[in-house]
């Protein structure tokens, strides 16, 4: 397991506030939502070059499923 690292970002006060009131209605701290919103955008990105792998390797022999895990990890 990593170390905790403080990061000092700066956003505008209206999506802060939009933020804030979306992590509170799941019952999440800052910190919490914040965190949550760093995994699922690096689901996605992987999730975006596992697309752009498979029309890579849409001839080939390798199922959609193993790239995406391959890409994906758990």
Do not use: H, N
Not at 32 to 56: D, N, P, Q, T, W
């Amino acid at each position: 397991m990593s170390i905790p690292t403080a990061i000092y970002v700066r956003v505008q006060s209206d999506l802060l506030i939009e933020f804030d009131k979306a992590a509170q209605e799941r019952g999440m701290s800052r910190s919490e939502a914040i965190r949550e919103a760093m995994r699922l955008f690096i689901k996605y990105v992987r999730v975006s070059e596992a697309g752009k792998l498979r029309g890579l390797v849409e001839d080939s022999k390798l199922p959609s499923e193993k790239l995406e895990q391959l890409v994906i990890p758990g």
